[in-house]
């Protein structure tokens, strides 16, 4: 494995072999976060992507030996996005999550904060943002300790795609998104949200992401067209996990 920081940035970028390295070691990440912050934080919140990258590593979060190592009562999982679909549809972000990690740990249910996408954007959004004001008790921006990101094609990340108005979102932590016309309709979080957390995880992998990945890393200005390449969290940390094939037009690695 290689390991690249941004200079200037906070931003590290590992290079791995394929998918199941950058599985394990998002697995090993979220595990030492949860080691070395739990004895002096009462809980940690973590927001999580859908798609299809993560699922191998929340399958492995679910399995032993990462499953006996996590005080999961002391964790609360969000989401970072959702389809408004029912939660028991393939394309639900929850049941991404829920099957493989989170009906195989002893997570509390009042530790799951899903966003119910089936009331529709404008609903889940409301009340998605009014959980998530509540559970950190404020209207303040909240600090995520971890949120696990993805990087479409198109460069979006979360269901923050390219030119939407949710990219010019300021205020509100979860918005709702329609794109295609009637075609998508998702909730997301914001910018203010991504980009106030402790710590970013990007999990990209394959070759259909590497020509907006050289952009987004050696593209200038260009890194702007794509919302993945805004997510620059301002005290916090943000760690690219990268396989060979989504690096494959990146010059210096
Ligand atoms: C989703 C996401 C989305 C995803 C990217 C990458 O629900 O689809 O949150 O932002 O992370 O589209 O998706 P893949 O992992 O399937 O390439």
Redo the contacts with the bound molecule.
């Keep these: 494995m290689e390991t690249l920081v941004t200079p200037g940035s906070n931003a590290e970028i590992q290079l791995l072999p394929d998918l199941e390295a950058i599985s394990y070691k998002a697995a090993e990440i979220f595990l030492n976060l949860s080691q070395s912050s739990l004895p002096s934080k009462e809980r940690l919140a973590v927001a999580l992507?859908?798609?299809?990258?993560?699922r191998r590593f929340y399958r492995l979060l679910g399995s032993d030996p990462y499953r006996n190592q996590v005080e999961w009562h002391r964790i609360h999982f969000f989401w970072?996005?959702?389809?408004c679909v029912p939660k028991e549809y393939e394309e639900s972000?929850f049941k991404?999550v829920y099957d493989p990690l989170l009906s195989r740990v002893p997570v509390p249910e009042e530790n799951i904060h899903r966003i119910r996408g089936e009331e529709g954007p404008e609903e889940a959004a409301r009340e998605y943002d009014d959980a998530i004001k509540a559970f950190f008790g404020g209207t303040e921006i909240p600090v995520f300790d971890l949120i696990i990101?993805?990087?479409?094609?198109d460069g979006?990340?979360?269901?923050l795609f390219p030119g939407s108005e949710a990219l010019r979102e300021k205020k509100r932590l979860a918005v709702p998104v329609y794109k295609g016309g009637q075609e998508i309709h998702?909730v997301t979080l914001t910018f203010p949200v991504l980009n106030n957390a402790s710590q970013v995880l990007f999990?990209v992998?394959?070759r259909s992401?590497s020509k907006v990945l050289a952009e987004i890393f050696e593209g200038g200005d260009n890194r702007n067209r794509y919302p993945a390449g805004l997510v620059a969290p301002a005290h916090g940390k943000i760690t690219w996990l990268i396989d060979r094939e989504a690096a494959e037009k990146l010059r210096e690695i």
């Excluded at 992507?49 to 993560?54: D, I, K, L, V, Y």
């Excluded at 979006?156 to 269901?159: E, P």
């Design positions: 992507s859908g798609g299809s990258t993560p970072v996005d959702e389809r972000n991404t990101l993805g990087m479409g094609e979006h990340t979360a269901s998702r999990l992998s394959g992401k």
